[in-house]
């Protein structure tokens, strides 16, 4: 008898415990979707509480006063960065100013190089990095013609002007 006792309040914990955790999941679910935020900011951490700025009771988005060092990534932009006349003009812009020796270019050809740069409010390009590059030093070569490239179109929030974080491959043909 003492067994089937404990048995049923070990069920009985059990169950009660069970439902609260559901509870709180689901609170925690409705939570999420009340705060989720539309724009992906990739560098905050330079900011603190009190530098965001709330327009509204319950914002739908976050903006934070010195927007000049912010960096957005272009899945939450109204307008994304673009080079003028669009990324094929980029790539003939690209592969007419990226130099190699005659002797490297069939072992180059096709390769790709990753980088990753900062369009800046005015267009120019910033904090280039190559992620990984084809060998022969096409990394350098690549920052090298990225820094000498016509400045961008930059992308808009809100019909501001603001610096967007862009990641490109670049084919070596």
Known sequence: MKKFLILVLICFVQNAFSQSAKKNSKAKES?????????????????????LVVDEPNPSFLTIKNDDKTIYNTAGLDVKPDFPGG?????????????????????????????TFVIEQDGALTDIKILRDAGYKTGAEAIRVLKKCPKWIPGELKGKKVRVLYSIPLTIN
């Open 31 to 51: 939570e999420t979707k009340k705060s989720e935020i539309p724009i992906v900011k990739v560098n905050t951490s330079n900011y603190n509480d009190a530098d």
């Open 87 to 115: 990324i094929e003009k980029f790539n003939k812009f690209f592969h007419n100013n990226f130099h190699y020796s005659d002797e490297e270019y069939t072992d180059l050809k096709g390769k790709k190089i990753y980088a």
